[in-house]
């Protein structure tokens, strides 16, 4: 791979490997402080987490996708327009999720509102500090985004496991996401060249119809990554509802490369940084990535889980290798639904398939661990498997249908 391509992705990919270790040591750690059944309650609480972030994460990639296809006098009033947005939804999320907590956490087992009520607070900061991301990489300033991504990781990891180790629970480890991010957007307000105010809602009001592709794709890769660890929770019993929660802390392990690979791909396909064989090179990426996954899944996935997790979780090792062929699926799906979704060539139908199948795992009849991985597998197999038949058969139709004749001069022709 050449050009600033590979220095996009060398920059992403050393912060996400940096801040992926430091997350995934916090994991660990809070791991076996807080035994199997807190865990479980931690990382479902995490999974409602991911799946608000339905509208939260999916606005950092429209704002890439704004900021990135602007001119460079605009970029930061569009970037002004995405953040009061932001903060408008971040608004949404904690009257919500406060307004809930009660019955929330009757559904997860737990007598404690405080998981929810911090998860509130944490969706609030970071739905703009992700919005502000999403500004900074449409610029292409991998390199900023780099560093702050690295100093927001040691304050997760240090703030954490001291709230942890007072006695604060899965609370505590709630806080150390929240405590961080607050911190890095009061940076970020102080950094007013990126961004400007004044000019209300640009952006917003006249790229509405493009931004419906990224935040298609951004919702539902959150959704069906997400929601089996809640529904393991609600249906599980505490203990295997908290071995599933391990397995699924599992993600932090290969999702930030993967984005480090999907972000850059999609940010200079949108803003026509187009190199040869782009797609490819993605998809061969996060091959190898999934594929060193399955390989420790089947050669030693009992030593890798006592090794790292403690005797206590071993039960969860059995599912390693299957997990991570449904992490695979779930990445390839990723990089190409990015690039279907910057070059405006993906169905939105196809969506569906994922989504309706994730679903139906809330009213699937004797849920277990299995169960959860391979409906997760078909999700994105069947989306796959049905995808080529659409570029080949479907969107060759549909381009032609919508794609008027041009006269020798290159204008468009008059449908007769």
Not at 143 to 158: E, H, P, R, Y
Not at 180 to 197: D, E, G, Q, V
Not at 260 to 267: I, M
């Amino acid at each position: 791979m050449k050009g600033r391509l590979i220095k996009d992705i060398t920059f992403f990919s050393l912060a996400e490997a940096f801040a992926g270790i430091v997350y995934f040591f916090f994991i660990l750690v809070s791991a076996r402080l807080l035994g199997v059944a807190n865990f479980g309650l931690f990382q479902a609480v995490m999974g409602i987490y991911g799946i608000m972030f339905l509208f939260g994460h999916p606005l950092k990639v429209a704002a890439m996708h704004a900021v990135a296809t602007s001119e460079d006098r605009l970029q930061p009033f569009v970037l002004g327009s995405f953040l009061r947005v932001a903060l408008l939804i971040g608004g949404a999320y904690f009257v919500f999720l406060v307004i809930l907590s009660p019955h929330l956490a009757k559904i997860l087992h737990t007598n404690s509102l405080w998981p929810i009520i911090w998860v509130a607070v944490l969706l609030f900061v970071s739905t703009f500090l992700t919005t502000f991301y999403g500004g900074i990489q449409g610029k292409n300033l991998y390199l900023f985004f780099s560093i702050t991504k690295v100093a927001g990781s040691l304050i997760v990891i240090l703030l954490g496991v001291a709230l942890i180790e007072m006695g604060f629970g899965a609370s505590g480890a709630i806080v150390g996401y929240a405590g961080s991010m607050a911190i890095l957007t009061i940076f970020f307000f102080t950094r007013r060249k990126l961004y400007n105010f004044k000019k209300g809602f640009y952006s917003i009001r006249h790229d509405m119809v493009p931004l419906a592709r990224p935040l298609a794709v951004t919702g539902t890769h959150l959704f069906v990554l997400n929601f089996p660890a809640v529904v393991a929770r609600i249906h599980l019993t505490e203990d295997m509802a908290g071995l599933f929660g391990t397995l699924f802390s599992l993600r932090n392990l290969v999702m930030p490369f993967a984005m480090a690979v999907v972000l850059p791909l999609y940010s200079r396909t949108i803003s026509k940084h187009v190199e040869p064989r782009m797609l490819h090179k993605a998809v061969l990426l996060v091959l190898l990535l999934g594929g060193v996954f399955i390989v420790i899944g089947l050669l030693c996935p009992e030593w890798f889980f006592i090794t790292l997790y403690g005797g206590e979780f071993v039960r969860a090792s059995g599912y390693m290798a299957l997990y991570g062929f449904a992490l695979l699926l779930h990445m390839i799906s990723m990089v190409v639904l990015f690039h279907d979704a910057a070059k405006g060539t993906f169905s939105f139908s196809l969506l569906l398939i994922p989504v309706i199948l994730t679903a139906s795992l809330i009213i699937l009849p004797g849920l277990s661990i299995w169960k959860i991985i391979v409906v997760h597998i078909l999700s994105w197999g069947l989306y796959l498997a049905c995808l080529m038949p659409y570029k080949l058969l479907v969107l060759p139709k549909t381009y032609k249908a919508t794609t008027l004749p041009r006269d020798h001069q290159g204008r468009k022709g008059r449908e007769i």
